[in-house]
């Protein structure tokens, strides 16, 4: 659990330097809450900055992978239009230092998670683009505190500086204050928390980008949990009913008994749970919490 920049490669973001953004790349446009001269989004159209425009020099940004900076689960992932925004992704985290927390990136190209979907923090998401060639390629990055951007993912206050200084945070000062820091509350649908982290690709293949449902145990004497798809098998612990939890049913195991699914992240990551009987007449997890 802990917060990271959106762009550079692994070590440089596990090892988030005192100016937060990596190697070569530069912030063109700073978060202007504080200081707020205005800049020109475009010609004859001023706006205060919500948060960073990150670049490396020329276009070597281009396509540059960028990560989610945090776990949590993608809000918004898809075209708004090419002259607006281009793609855009939103992720919420859930609630960290008491307030929403929400993240979001602009103009970007090759989206590989969609809208619901957990992430944790380093997973991929999408590259740095251009919105169709209005801008020269960048990463437009912000962090808002309210659910603005849960209620609407393209809010842009433009020439409203309230606006600005409410929802959105400096980007850079936020990173560096939150390196460490954990959710309070992770967002419903998020990978569950606590226990052993593994790192951004916990539990995942590259290229798996099916959201992952989460499950909740329905069994009155709780989910037994076993390090492999057997009865037989070494057990670890037992998941009281109404645990969340998130199966890859995907990639689950069926024997002559039982359909069983891997568990994908927190402390039980990779260890197997009985989803059903085989013959239907008993279901042991359920996508709907117990009533
Ligand atoms: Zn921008």
Redesign the pocket.
Known sequence: MAFRSPIGSEVERNNMPVNIWPGSWVD??AWTGNNPPK?M?GPGNPAF?????LNLPGDKDRLAQIYSIGDGVVRFAQLVSKTSWGNLVVINHGTVNGKPLFSRY??VEDIVVQKGQAVKVGDPIAKVGNQFGVFPY?????ISVTNQLDKAPTYWPGLDLQGTKHHFVNPRNWLRENFNSAAEKLPDGAFASGGVSGGADEGRKPGDVKPLPVWYVIDPNGAQVYKNPSLTAEKSTILPRGTKVTVDVQNGRKDAELIWGPIVGGEYNGQWVAIRRNDGKASYLSTNPPQ
Request: no cysteine.
């Open positions: 063109a446009n800049y989004l900055h919500t948060g960073a425009d602009g103009h960048h990463l437009h990055f912000d």
